[in-house]
């Protein structure tokens, strides 16, 4: 026996949105009808009139993630389906934030098909007096990602069944917009009981009764309160290089801005070193900023953009990391680094000249110290342990001490060189960098030797005036209290 689900809408509100078709197809069923809920004004009026309903509501009760809600629901509309041909009706329309819909047109096993029904749409377009052609956004408020949301639209939330629903729509919001932010609650729409209430967005889930016909509508948010998003940074990029902008933004060059991408590298070490978290944001602002001027000048010169240097990391991303995104496995770091070196080279096409190429020319010496040595470790140009590195060491200082002794400048500075570049290897075998460790050296050096200019300042002494004895005494105090 041929068997099939008929779907149809129930509208937004009054039995007077029915059409006489859909009316008469539902007054005049002899079965039983189902419905995804009964919390709707038409199924009561349907009843007064003869139709019999069964609700799925106690799903509701029963599960906490609406996805296994709609998922039960689809199960058994399927399984009464399986013995005769049944019709269920949603809220509204049935292709409009319905997922129940969705599923049932997914599966195979049993013809769907759908009837009809009224969208909300219109009456709420009616009711906001809003076009949606200047920019629209429908979102089902039981699930949905705030990354995605965009605020430069109409933003309206649909099935904000609750009280818990709004507060999680409201929580969601409030990470964008302020609290005191006005937005509209409409009730209804379209019906004889429609309501509509504006109220600052903080009082979303606790000043106004919710239910299952409640729509939140966001209106476009002005370019002042998404100073938080990338879009709104780089408007602002654009136009202090366009016209009418700023004339130092515009007169930069991707050469003159080479010192400053140094500087502010070196300043989100600084506030990393100091565990300055407020310091961190305002570094890795400015380091953003640098890019952000570098791709508006590659748009401006028409080479590329801000987005073709997001595809060039994303793609890196994915296609190096294939234990994430595809199906190589890599349990340990080691094996990670494996995989990323073969990617590279495959990246790159083609083999290099030599396995020291592509380290970067104005590294600090002692980080590239440790890169070329870890480069040329790779093909095994290296000790197995760490005991003739200690040799190498003693080596190297002996022969610092001898070029002393022949009083030959030069030499001594080279001499000095091959000590500082094994003890960049040394750093490398135990896995420390090197340029990181001798700068948490400088900080603490400076902050000890403060510490002595105080204690004598206090004493309304002067550092010229201190002995090396009193100052090494000063010294150790503030190591002390390190």
Same mark, same amino acid.
């Given at each position: 026996?041929?068997?099939?689900?008929?779907?149809?809408?129930?509208?937004?509100?009054?039995?007077?949105?029915?059409?006489?078709?859909?009316?008469?197809?539902?007054?005049?069923?002899?079965?039983?009808?189902?419905?995804?809920?009964?919390?709707?004004?038409?199924?009561?009026?349907?009843?007064?009139?003869? !139709?019999? @309903?069964?609700?799925?509501?106690?799903?509701?009760?029963?599960?906490?993630?609406?996805?296994?809600?709609?998922?039960?629901?689809?199960?058994?509309?399927?399984?009464?389906?399986?013995?005769?041909?049944?019709?269920?009706?949603?809220?509204?329309?049935?292709?409009?934030?319905?997922?129940?819909?969705?599923?049932?047109?997914?599966?195979?096993?049993?013809?769907?098909?759908?009837?009809?029904?009224?969208?909300?749409?219109?009456?709420?377009?009616? !009711?906001?007096?809003?076009?949606?052609?200047?920019? @629209?956004?429908?979102?089902?408020?039981?699930?949905?990602?705030?990354?995605?949301?965009?605020?430069?639209?109409?933003?309206?939330?649909?099935?904000?069944?609750?009280?818990?629903?709004?507060?999680?729509?409201?929580?969601?919001?409030?990470?964008?917009?302020?609290?005191?932010?006005?937005?509209?609650?409409?009730?209804?729409?379209?019906?004889?009981?429609?309501?509509?209430?504006?109220?600052?967005?903080?009082?979303?889930?606790?000043? +106004?009764?919710?239910?299952?016909?409640?729509?939140?509508?966001?209106?476009?948010?002005?370019?002042?309160?998404?100073?938080?998003?990338? $879009?709104?940074?780089?408007?602002?990029?654009?136009?202090?290089?366009?016209?009418?902008?700023?004339?130092?933004?515009?007169?930069?060059?991707?050469?003159?801005?080479?010192?400053?991408?140094?500087?502010?590298?070196?300043?989100?070490?600084?506030?990393?070193?100091?565990?300055?978290?407020?310091?961190?944001?305002?570094?890795?602002?400015?380091?953003?900023?640098?890019?952000?001027?570098?791709?508006?000048?590659?748009?401006?010169?028409?080479?590329?953009?801000?987005?073709?240097?997001?595809?060039?990391?994303?793609?890196?991303?994915?296609?190096?990391?294939?234990?994430?995104?595809?199906?190589?496995?890599?349990?340990?770091?080691?094996?990670?680094?494996?995989?990323?070196?073969?990617?590279?080279?495959?990246?790159?096409?083609?083999?290099?000249?030599?396995?020291?190429?592509?380290?970067?020319?104005?590294?600090?010496? +002692?980080?590239?110290?440790?890169?070329?040595?870890?480069?040329?470790?790779?093909?095994? @140009?290296?000790?197995? $342990?760490?005991?003739?590195?200690?040799?190498?060491?003693?080596?190297?200082?002996?022969?610092?001490?001898?070029?002393?002794?022949?009083?030959?400048?030069?030499?001594?500075?080279?001499?000095?060189?091959?000590? +500082?570049?094994?003890?960049?290897?040394?750093?490398?075998?135990?896995?420390?960098?090197?340029?990181?460790?001798?700068?948490?050296?400088?900080?603490?050096?400076?902050?000890?030797?403060?510490?002595?200019?105080?204690?004598?300042?206090?004493?309304?002494?002067?550092? !010229?005036?201190?002995?090396?004895?009193?100052?090494?005494?000063?010294?150790?105090?503030?190591?002390?209290?390190?």
């Amino acid at each position: 026996m041929d068997t099939k689900i008929e779907v149809i809408g129930l509208g937004a509100g009054d039995i007077d949105q029915l059409s006489l078709g859909v009316y008469k197809k539902l007054t005049n069923h002899k079965k039983i009808i189902y419905t995804r809920t009964s919390d709707h004004p038409v199924i009561d009026s349907l009843k007064q009139e003869g !139709a019999s @309903f069964e609700s799925f509501d106690h799903y509701y009760e029963k599960n906490n993630q609406f996805t296994d809600v709609y998922v039960k629901i689809v199960e058994d509309l399927l399984e009464k389906a399986r013995e005769t041909s049944i019709i269920y009706t949603v809220p509204g329309h049935p292709m409009l934030a319905e997922k129940t819909v969705q599923l049932l047109l997914n599966q195979e096993d049993i013809p769907v098909e759908i009837v009809g029904g009224q969208s909300y749409l219109d009456d709420l377009f009616t !009711a906001l007096q809003i076009d949606p052609i200047d920019g @629209f956004q429908f979102v089902d408020g039981t699930l949905f990602d705030r990354s995605q949301l965009n605020y430069r639209q109409h933003l309206i939330f649909c099935q904000v069944y609750d009280s818990f629903i709004a507060s999680n729509v409201k929580l969601a919001l409030l990470e964008d917009l302020p609290p005191e932010y006005m937005i509209t609650v409409i009730e209804a729409a379209g019906s004889n009981s429609e309501t509509i209430t504006s109220i600052p967005l903080e009082e979303l889930d606790h000043k +106004l009764e919710v239910g299952n016909l409640t729509s939140v509508y966001i209106p476009p948010a002005p370019s002042s309160v998404l100073n938080h998003t990338f $879009d709104r940074l780089k408007e602002v990029i654009s136009k202090l290089r366009g016209p009418g902008g700023c004339p130092w933004d515009q007169a930069q060059t991707h050469e003159t801005l080479r010192k400053y991408a140094i500087e502010e590298v070196y300043e989100l070490i600084d506030a990393i070193d100091d565990q300055d978290d407020d310091g961190i944001i305002e570094e890795l602002g400015d380091v953003l900023l640098q890019v952000m001027l570098h791709s508006q000048i590659g748009e401006d010169n028409g080479y590329f953009t801000v987005d073709d240097v997001i595809q060039s990391v994303t793609d890196k991303m994915i296609h190096r990391h294939p234990h994430v995104f595809g199906g190589t496995k890599a349990d340990t770091v080691g094996q990670v680094y494996k995989n990323w070196d073969a990617l590279k080279q495959e990246e790159k096409g083609k083999e290099r000249p030599s396995h020291l190429d592509g380290i970067p020319k104005h590294l600090p010496a +002692l980080s590239k110290a440790s890169k070329l040595q870890g480069q040329a470790a790779k093909v095994g @140009f290296e000790w197995s $342990d760490t005991e003739p590195v200690w040799q190498k060491l003693e080596e190297e200082i002996m022969e610092v001490k001898e070029a002393i002794e022949k009083k030959d400048d030069t030499e001594v500075e080279k001499e000095f060189g091959d000590v +500082l570049f094994v003890i960049a290897n040394l750093a490398r075998y135990y896995k420390i960098n090197a340029e990181v460790a001798l700068n948490q050296t400088n900080q603490k050096f400076m902050s000890r030797f403060r510490y002595i200019e105080k204690q004598l300042t206090d004493k309304g002494r002067q550092l !010229a005036d201190a002995s090396l004895e009193e100052m090494d005494y000063y010294w150790n105090q503030a190591k002390g209290e390190e």
